[in-house]
């Protein structure tokens, strides 16, 4: 099973700011197979990006994803106040993982 | 535009069972690959299992801690999806979300998920 660690676990930011998220992989993943989630208290997740670097329906183009292999990085250039949340990445190589979230929140 | 809606959460003893049912609308169903996830309390979400579309086998697949205790299955013909849930444990006390699958394998659709509590 593919084990995904996200760094950091909290990144604690100011609205305008640029976020950098990472999730690593313990073995290699297709890029076909990385998508990332935005998640609020109380909602269900939402998907934000596919395919490793795809938008999905509706997301804003302050959101982007890259990487390759093993590491895989989303990217948010402006925080927006609802940008604010927990936000995974997740593998799709046989079965399904999800890494344990990386928390942004304003400082 | 897509829809799921969960139903069938509740407080159940260890050892019961539930079945939890997922009603699908604004998506072409019986093409669709399934899946539920769950979310405890306060932590991440985790993979329970899927079932392929029938044209694709039909098949499904499971997470190791819920295998042989949890069942998929789904009813084309009422754009339904179901997770029968048996040998509760403490340690299945989550939000059970159905979600759609995308052909590259994310989660395109989420419901808004039901509530299982295992507690005696």
Redo the contacts between chains.
């Keep these: 099973e593919i084990v995904l660690t996200q760094s950091p676990g909290t990144l604690s930011l100011s609205p305008g700011e640029r976020a950098t998220l990472s999730c690593r992989a313990s073995q290699s993943v297709r890029s076909?197979?990385l998508?990332w989630?935005q998640?609020k208290p109380g909602?269900?997740?939402?998907?934000l990006i596919?395919?490793a670097s795809s938008r999905?329906t509706g997301i804003p183009d302050r959101f982007s994803g890259s990487g390759s292999g093993t590491d895989f990085t989303l990217t948010i250039t402006r925080l927006e106040p609802e940008d604010f949340a927990v936000y995974?990445c997740?593998?799709?190589g046989g079965?399904?993982?999800?890494?344990?979230?990386t928390k942004v929140d304003i400082k | 535009e897509g829809q799921l809606v969960e139903s069938g959460g509740d407080l159940v003893k260890p050892g019961g069972s539930l079945r939890l049912s997922c009603a699908a609308s604004g998506f072409h169903f019986t093409n669709a690959y399934m899946n539920w996830v769950r979310q405890a309390p306060g932590k991440g979400l985790e993979w329970v299992g899927r079932i392929k579309s029938r044209p694709g086998g039909g098949t499904t697949d499971y997470a190791a801690p819920v295998k042989g205790r949890f069942t998929i299955s789904r009813d084309d013909s009422k754009n339904m999806l179901y997770l029968q849930v048996n040998g509760l444990e403490a340690e299945d006390t989550a939000m059970y979300y159905c979600a759609w699958e995308r052909p590259e394998g994310s989660f395109e659709l989420w419901g808004q998920g039901t509530m299982v509590t295992v507690s005696s």
């Design positions: 076909s197979y998508a989630y998640q909602q269900a997740p939402r998907l596919y395919g999905a995974y997740q593998q799709y079965s399904f993982t999800f890494g344990p979230g």
